[in-house]
Nanobody, 125 residues
Framework: QVQLVESGGGLVQPGGSLRLSCAAS?????????MGWVRHSPGKEREFVAS???????YYVESVKGRFTISRDNAKNILYLQMNSLKPDDTAVYYC??????????????????WGQGTQVTVSA
């Protein structure tokens, strides 16, 4: 069972930026599995944010297009989420998640099978 460990969350003012990282315990995991980010706010359902397929294709929820970028470092086996122009509505716990091996980018939260522990992102003045 792969372990996914997120980092990089914190408190940021509206308009600011953060970069989330997700390290996988299994070598080459992030380059051979579909990977993604899902967020969860109190009182709301889990929301898909972004995903990247094993072949590099990406998919974003409409509300973050042009502001967030998902990427990965193949050598370091780390998944990233660069978040710019952050808004208060982006406040949530962000989870790194892994889908199927050789999977394509997906927006379905149910496609993700392995999850990290989450990292809190708070956007507030």
């Amino acid at each position: 069972q792969v372990q996914l460990v997120e980092s990089g969350g914190g408190l940021v003012q509206p308009g600011g930026s953060l970069r989330l990282s997700c390290a996988a315990s299994t070598r080459t995991f992030v380059t051979t599995y579909a990977m993604g980010w899902v967020r969860h706010s109190p009182g709301k359902e889990r929301e898909f944010v972004a995903s990247i397929g094993w072949n590099g294709n990406t998919y974003y929820v409409e509300s973050v297009k042009g502001r967030f970028t998902i990427s990965r470092d193949n050598a370091k086996n780390i998944l990233y989420l660069q978040m710019n122009s952050l808004k208060p509505d982006d406040t949530a716990v962000y989870y790194c998640a892994a889908g199927p091996k050789f999977g394509v980018a997906t927006s379905r939260v149910t496609d993700f099978r392995s999850w990290g522990q989450g990292t809190q992102v708070t956007v507030s003045a």
